[in-house]
């Protein structure tokens, strides 16, 4: 016979306990994830709130002549600043612009009309201005002459008639404060940078196209092999900042412009950047994520053509970069790369601004973007690019992260207008993103292809003539929160699209005219114009692309020129309460361009 033995109360008690146990442990790792998340997303809205508020006064700044000491309180908390400006860089009307708190709100008043609220559901418990001083003319200036007969290498370089061959030996020796001045030729070099300006003393490598300085007029092209320009790094922290490349034709190089980990506020501007690899590509080369990443690049009125790709940020989580007034048209691949290269741990970039600019023509999508590539895409002319105009990628490892996208007509491209995750998982757009102001039209397949539960951020676009359905993923939009899909009514076929206006002389009204979601003023488009007599927009805001005038102007590198004021920000945005309570420290200094053009 088998004797038989039931469990004993002592074995009950320990399975109990075993079983509590480990159900405690479940319940904990689930509040953990769930507390991670959330701490997260109180985050990237502290940090989406600070940096847009940011961006708002930096572009207030680089508009403005001077600061009105009387009026401003610098160097202490709660700091004010008010700044004599103008209305916009086509409207030259005087006007005060004043950036100040008011109960833990930063708030921008224009001349006496009521003042905005540029943060919401954060609080600002520190803003500080401080005069960061006044940027000179360039103490030093290096010459290059290549196609000058006397040039050498061996020579002193200070003249031009003592000029050196090359560029490379110019960087050697240039330090803050210094303008290496380039005559025309054909430079096969890379001109590696090792040394740093300062904000008000900048290194500045100029191409003398019109031949002024140097005495040799033309074209001034950088043939690089690897690296056209290279901004070197040391270590996991230490990059070159404070350096301007301008008025360049860069070619044949793997990398265009490469930017290593640690460079800070560097200007790429107004040169011609084609036959390369990758245009400009900001990355990193310090693996484990043991590296300080680049901040506050400008990279403005290029020309980006040719290329494979134009723009490529490389999981270097470069911070505050602003592209603004390009064209960035038929490269053979994408013309605005973001890639993680599959790193876990790596971002593209953080609080991008994307501005302004043409964006057309590139065999694949004109921008690819990534889930935790976050910041503003605002005023761009995206068409005719072979793939997806704007193209969020699914990733499957990692939170997404705030975008802004509105005011952009985004038209006639091969597939999706917009596309956010893929064909069958489309979540990589977070929640309180905001898609506003645009206009979608004439893509090769749907026009805003997300997912039900980002379908509230869809605000006042027009979603119309796309080949495929308007909004793919989600219900239709049109016809709620000022969606409409309505022919938008363009002045001109192929790329023109001004919209018409019967105070144009055309026979209608474009319905996508006063049908934004707020004043052209709030959404930062004073001065510039969608229709075809360039009349600024005022009023309620119109839907898509803003036209503008803006130039590079004129940029302080030569004796005589007047010195300009740089002021520094200083500001913490605190989101959340308690244990979700999450600090975000943001800082930048800006020059104030009109106080030396």
């Known amino acids: 016979m088998h004797s038989r033995r039931g469990i004993t109360l002592i074995e009950v008690v320990l399975y109990v306990a075993l079983f509590t146990a480990m159900s405690l442990a479940v319940v904990q790792l689930i509040l953990n994830t769930q507390n991670a998340f959330a701490h997260a997303r109180i985050q990237r809205k502290a940090l989406a709130q600070g940096n847009t508020a940011l961006e708002r006064i930096a572009r207030e700044l680089r508009l403005a002549g001077d600061v009105d000491a009387a009026a401003s309180v610098m160097d202490a908390h709660p700091g004010t600043l008010q700044l004599n400006t103008v209305v916009s860089p086509t409207d030259s009307t005087p006007i005060t612009r ?339 102001n645009n206009i979608v039209s004439g893509n090769g397949e749907s026009g805003i292809d997300t997912t039900l539960n980002q379908c509230a951020v869809i605000r006042n676009n027009d979603v119309w003539g796309n080949t495929g359905s308007a909004y793919q993923g989600c219900p239709s939009q049109t016809g709620s929160n000022g969606n409409i899909a309505l022919d938008p009514w363009y002045v001109g076929p192929g790329a023109d699209v001004h919209l018409q206006a019967i105070a144009t002389g055309h026979a209608l009204d474009s319905p996508a005219l006063d049908a934004g979601y707020q004043f052209a003023s709030d959404a930062g488009l004073t001065g510039r114009w969608t229709r075809s007599d360039s009349v600024a927009d005022s009023g309620t805001v119109d839907m898509g692309y803003h036209y503008g005038n803006e130039t590079p102007g004129v940029q302080q590198y030569f004796a005589g020129d007047p010195a300009s004021q740089a002021i520094r920000v200083e500001m913490t945005v605190v989101g959340g309460q308690g244990t979700f309570e999450v600090t975000q420290l943001l800082t930048e200094t800006i020059v104030l361009r009109r106080s030396y053009r």
């Open 98 to 436: 004043t950036f100040y708190l008011a109960s833990g709100t930063l708030m921008m008043q224009e001349g006496t009309a009521a003042a905005i609220p540029l943060t919401s559901g954060v609080r600002v418990t520190n803003l500080i201005f401080r005069d960061a001083g006044k940027s000179q003319a360039s103490s030093v200036y290096y010459y290059v002459r290549g196609s000058y007969a006397g040039c050498s290498d061996s020579n002193t370089g200070l003249t031009p008639q003592t000029a050196f061959c090359t560029i490379a030996k110019a960087a050697t020796l240039a330090t803050a404060g210094t303008t290496v001045l380039v005559g025309a030729g054909m430079y096969a070099e890379t001109v590696v940078l090792t040394h740093s300006g300062t904000a008000v003393q900048p290194i500045a490598y100029v191409a003398d196209v019109g031949g002024t300085q140097t005495g040799d007029a033309g074209t001034v092209t950088v043939d690089g092999g690897t690296y056209g320009f290279q901004f070197t790094s040391t270590g996991s922290d230490t990059g070159v900042d404070y350096t301007v490349i301008e008025g360049f034709t860069i070619t044949g190089a793997l990398y265009g412009v490469w930017g290593g980990q640690g460079s800070d506020a560097n200007s790429i501007r107004n040169n011609i950047i084609t036959g390369n690899t990758d245009g400009i590509r900001l990355t990193t080369t310090w693996g484990n994520g043991m590296f300080i990443p680049g901040t506050n690049w400008t990279i403005e009125f290029n020309s980006i053509y040719g290329n494979t790709n134009g723009i490529y940020f490389d999981d270097g989580e470069y911070t505050g970069v602003l592209v603004q007034f390009n064209q960035i048209t038929t490269n053979s691949e994408v013309g605005i790369l973001t890639s993680d290269r599959g790193n876990g741990g790596f971002e593209p970039a953080n609080a991008v601004t994307i501005q302004h600019n043409e964006i057309s023509g590139n065999t694949e999508q004109g921008i690819l973007s990534h889930p935790w590539f976050d910041g503003v895409f605002f005023d761009n002319h995206i068409y005719g690019n072979g793939d997806e105009g704007f193209w969020v990628v699914f990733r499957s490892s990692g939170t997404p992260e705030v975008i802004n996208f509105r005011n952009n007509t985004v038209r006639a491209n091969g597939n999706d207008g917009l596309l956010f995750g893929n064909e069958s998982d489309r979540s990589s757009v977070d929640a309180s993103s905001v898609i506003e």
